[in-house]
C-alpha cells in the first residue's frame, strides 16, 4: 500500500478501492485565520521580534513569483513563508470548447522558456483521450526535441539563474573569507573543466563577462537551434500533435541535428566537473550550508521519453509503458521509493485552492478512472477553473497558483526528480548509455575531444539546495 493519508487500499493485483467504513473518504480540514494568527503570536512568543520581508518580484523565474516571509533577524532563521504565482495564465479556459487539435499549438503559449513541454503534455493527453498511437519513429523524434528543452534548459539555469549566486563578484562582496579560501583551493576534476582552482570557476561564473556564463548562453541558443531542426520553431512548435509528429525526417536533417548537438557530449562532462567542485569547496568552506534548504526527499515524477517499442497511449496499459520511459516514473517520500506506477501517481493526485483566487468547484464527473480506481472530487480532471481575483492576504488567499498534492503531501518535481526517482527504482531499459544501479544512476558520455567517460550521480546523505543542483548537472 502506497498511500498514508488518502483512504485507499490495494488488493494483491494492485487494484484500489476506497476503505469501508469512512463516511467522507476525501474530506479535509483547513487551518482558520484566527489559527492562523494564533500561530504566528505563538511564534512570535517563542522567538521574539519577528519581521516580515517580501521578496516581489523574483526576477529569475521573469517576475511572476513573489515570497512573503516571517523571519527572526536576530536568530537568523526563517520561521513562516509562502510563496505567490503573480499572473493568471486562464489556458484552462482558453482551451475549453476547442478543436483538440489546437490544444498542444495553444498550450505552448503558457511559457516563452518551456513551451515544447507544455505542447508534448497537450500532445500526449489527447492521444491517451482519442486511443492515438504514434508511428515508432514519431515517439523517437518527440523524445529528441525533449531532449534539446532540457540541454537549452539546465544550462539556463545552472550557469544563468543560479550560476551567479556563486560568482566571484559576489562572493567578494557577500563571504570575502571564502573568496580568500577558494584562491588557493584546488579543483578535483580540472581534467574535466580545465580549472586549477575554485576561484578560477568562480571568476569565469561572473554575470554577464564571466566566461561560463557567456557559454552557457550559446549553448542555449545551440539547443534552440537543434530544436527548431524537428520542431519548426522554438519555443512554440509547429509540429508536436497527438499521434507524433509533422516533421519530414531525412538523413541529412538527422546528421545536421547530430552535429549540433555534438558539442554537448563535452558540455555535460564539464558541467558535472564544475559543479561537484564548487558544492564540495563550499562544504569545506562553511559545513553549515549542508543545511541551507534541507528538507525531506518528497519528490513525484510522472517518467519522461516514452519508449517506442512499448508506448501505445492507452490507460489500461499505461503501468507497463511507464515504467519503460527512459526515465522512470515514482513517487519518493521520506526518501523512500513507494510506487512507480502511473496509476498509483494519477490516483493520488490532488489540486487545492483555499490559498488561491479561484472559486471552489462543485462538479465530480470522474469518481473513478478507465479501471475503477477511485478519484477524488479534487483530483485535476474534475477540476474546473473558476477564477475569483481578490485582495492579497497572506493569512487567506494570496495566489493564482494551486496546491498540488500528492496522498495529501507536498512534493518536488524536476529534473532532479527524474534522476532521484530513475536511480533508486532499477527499471530503466537496457542501454549501453544508462544504468540504475538502487543508489546511483551511471552515465557513459560519449568522446569528443574529452574521452568517453563514465559519470555517476550517487543519492546524497542529505538533501538540500545544492544537491538538488548536482542532481541537475
Known amino acids: 500500500m502506497c498511500f498514508e493519508n488518502l483512504p485507499i487500499e490495494f488488493d494483491e493485483d494492485g487494484n484500489a478501492t476506497l476503505l469501508p467504513g469512512v463516511a467522507n473518504p476525501y474530506s479535509y480540514e483547513t487551518q482558520t485565520v484566527e489559527e492562523r494568527e494564533a500561530f504566528l503570536k505563538d511564534i512570535a512568543r517563542k522567538n521574539g521580534q519577528l519581521n516580515d520581508i517580501d ?26 513563508t509562502a510563496s505567490m504565482a503573480t499572473l493568471f495564465r486562464g489556458y484552462e479556459i482558453i482551451l475549453r470548447g476547442r478543436d483538440p487539435r489546437d490544444a498542444a499549438f495553444i498550450s505552448s503559449r503558457a511559457c516563452g522558456v518551456c513551451g515544447g513541454v507544455h505542447a508534448t503534455a497537450a500532445a500526449l493527453s489527447i492521444e491517451m483521450a482519442l486511443g492515438i498511437k504514434p508511428p515508432k519513429l514519431g515517439i523517437v523524434i518527440r523524445n529528441l526535441m ?37 584562491k ?68 541529412t536533417t538527422m546528421i545536421e541535428f547530430y552535429l549540433k548537438l555534438k558539442v554537448y557530449f563535452d558540455y555535460s562532462k564539464k558541467c558535472v566537473g ?17 543545511e541551507v534548504g534541507r528538507l525531506p526527499v518528497n519528490i513525484v515524477d510522472f517518467g519522461q521519453w516514452d ?14 509503458w511507464g515504467e ?52 477524488s472530487p479534487n483530483h485535476p480532471w ?43 527504482a532499477q527499471k530503466l531499459p537496457k542501454s549501453d548509455y544508462i544504468k540504475s544501479t538502487g543508489h546511483s544512476l551511471i552515465l ?23 544537491e538538488r543542483n548536482r542532481a541537475r548537472a
Open 55 to 80: 521578496f516581489d518580484p523574483v526576477t529569475r523565474v521573469a517576475g511572476a513569483l513573489a515570497f512573503h516571509s516571517t523571519v527572526n533577524l536576530k536568530e537568523r532563521k526563517v520561521v513562516d
Open 444 to 466: 557513459n558520455v560519449s568522446a569528443d575531444e574529452l574521452p568517453e567517460m563514465k559519470l555517476e550521480w550517487e543519492v546524497p546523505k542529505i538533501w538540500n539546495a545544492f
Open 274 to 290: 564544475i559543479w561537484d567542485d564548487v558544492y564540495d569547496f563550499m562544504y569545506e568552506a562553511n559545513p553549515l550550508y549542508k
Open 382 to 424: 474534475n477540476k474546473t477553473t473558476i477564477p475569483k481575483p481578490g485582495v492579497q492576504n497572506w493569512k487567506e488567499r494570496y495566489s493564482w497558483s494551486t496546491t498540488p498534492t500528492w496522498d495529501r503531501k507536498t512534493f518536488e518535481a524536476g529534473a532532479y526528480a527524474r534522476v532521484y526517482i530513475s536511480a533508486l
Open 324 to 375: 519503460k520511459r527512459w526515465s522512470t516514473p515514482g513517487a519518493i517520500i521520506n526518501g523512500e521509493l513507494v510506487t512507480t506506477r502511473l496509476t498509483d501517481l494519477n490516483v493520488g493526485t490532488e489540486e487545492f485552492i483555499e490559498h488561491s483566487y479561484y472559486e471552489q468547484w462543485e462538479d465530480y464527473p470522474f469518481k473513478t478512472d478507465p479501471l475503477g480506481n477511485p478519484l
Open 184 to 251: 588557493g583551493f584546488k579543483t578535483k576534476y580540472s581534467n574535466m573543466h580545465g580549472y586549477e582552482t575554485i576561484a578560477e570557476i568562480m571568476t569565469d561564473l561572473n554575470p554577464l563577462t564571466g566566461k561560463l556564463y557567456l557559454e552557457a548562453l550559446e549553448l542555449t541558443r545551440v539547443a534552440r537551434e537543434a530544436y527548431t531542426l524537428l520542431g519548426g520553431k522554438y519555443p512554440h512548435p509547429e509540429t508536436v500533435i497527438p499521434g507524433g509528429v509533422t516533421t519530414t525526417v531525412t538523413t
Open 307 to 320: 519508449h517506442e517499442d512499448y508506448y501505445d497511449a492507452s490507460y489500461e496499459n499505461c503501468n507497463e
Open 146 to 182: 525533449l531532449s534539446c528543452e532540457y540541454l537549452y534548459d539546465n544550462p539556463l539555469h545552472l550557469f544563468i539563474l543560479a550560476g551567479p549566486d556563486f560568482s566571484e563578484i559576489l562572493i567578494r562582496e557577500t563571504n570575502p573569507e571564502i573568496w580568500e579560501k577558494a
